[in-house]
């Protein structure tokens, strides 16, 4: 392999070592202002977005032990990955794919494990994590609220009952 090739292949595979997600797309047919619109787009997320060669990005894929990929590795293909919100990424090409019919997602890759297009599809329609988080936390606190009201019913009640008591 040559020495640019060799450098391009650990620059792509440092960059998406520490990504826990990878999207793959289709390029084909996008023109560069929409593709600068995304780009602004998947920034407010930290994500980044590449086309990278097929083979180059199979090399990628060997050299960082994901499972085979290949059936995605067909046409142009771009990359997605980066950013701690996976599932604000997934809406975003989800949302730009239908805007614009163009770019659709091929699949993807989260914590090791192959996703098909329609499991990215229904992982855009789950909330962003910071929404996720606001749930979770008031479903935590949800029966600490419960119990205070029942704990400050009681004296509530005691103390109506002495101000009916003292206006007579």
Same mark, same amino acid.
């Given at each position: ?7 391009l292949l650990n620059e792509i595979s440092d960059s998406v070592k520490g990504s826990e ?19 602004? $787009? ?5 994500? @980044? *977005? ?5 083979? =180059?990005?199979? /090399?990628? %894929? ?25 599932? $604000? ?5 989800? @949302? *730009? ?5 163009? =770019?659709?997602? /091929?699949? %993807? ?39 205070l009201y029942v704990l400050q019913g009681v004296p509530q009640a005691l ?10």
């Amino acid at each position: 392999m040559r020495i640019e090739k060799t450098f391009l292949l650990n620059e792509i595979s440092d960059s998406v070592k520490g990504s826990e997600y990878v999207y793959f797309v289709d390029f084909g047919g996008v023109k560069v202002d929409e593709i600068s619109e995304l780009r602004k $787009g998947l920034r407010e997320h930290g994500a @980044q *977005f590449h086309v990278v060669q097929n083979t =180059l990005l199979r /090399k990628v %894929g060997e050299g960082l032990s994901w499972p085979s990929f290949t059936q995605w590795l067909h046409g142009q293909t771009g990359i997605v990955f980066g950013g701690d919100n996976p599932t $604000g990424v997934a809406k975003l090409l989800v @949302q *730009f794919a239908k805007d614009k019919g163009k =770019l659709p997602a /091929k699949g %993807g890759l989260m914590d090791g494990q192959l996703y098909d297009t329609a499991a990215l599809e229904e992982l855009s329609k789950l909330p962003d994590l910071p929404t996720l988080r606001a749930t979770f936390l008031s479903l935590l606190l949800t029966p600490y609220r419960r119990c205070l009201y029942v704990l400050q019913g009681v004296p509530q009640a005691l103390l109506n009952v002495l101000q009916a008591k003292s206006g007579n």
